[in-house]
């Protein structure tokens, strides 16, 4: 079975900077994307930054230029720098990857168990 195991959150005064990494383990043959997803207290949870096995990137409008997405493929591991950080960004951010059990199998989703993040004002 995979898991994502995020770490990382925490409480940062707004304008401040944190760092989230999510690492996969289990039976995974194949990843094909990984990304940060955040929920806020009465609203959906929704993308913040994802990126592909081969690099490519994609940003909430709200985080571009604030957040850099990056992983380690090697490591099976993903990161979200979060520069300039806003009281709106408080959220929990959960870690997500579309990725294959088998060579031959399709791929799902799969999500962390969440990590917090509080900014202050």
């Known amino acids: 079975q995979a898991q994502l195991v995020e770490s990382g959150g925490g409480l940062v005064q707004a304008g401040g900077s944190l760092r989230l990494s999510c690492a996969a383990s289990?039976?995974?043959?194949?990843?094909?994307?990984m990304g940060w997803y955040r929920q806020a207290p009465g609203k959906q949870r929704e993308l913040v930054a994802s990126?592909?096995?081969?690099?490519?990137?994609i940003y909430a409008d709200s985080v571009k230029g604030r957040f850099t997405i990056s992983n380690n493929n090697a490591r099976r591991t993903v990161y979200l720098q979060m520069n300039s950080l806003k009281a709106e960004d408080t959220a929990i951010y959960y870690c997500?990857?579309?990725?294959?059990?088998?060579?031959?199998?399709?791929?799902?989703?799969?999500w962390g168990q969440g990590t917090q993040v509080t900014v202050s004002s």
């Open positions: 289990g039976s995974i043959f194949r990843i094909n994307t």
């Open positions: 997500n990857s579309e990725a294959a059990a088998l060579w031959n199998g399709p791929s799902r989703d799969y």
């Open positions: 990126i592909t096995s081969g690099g490519s990137t």
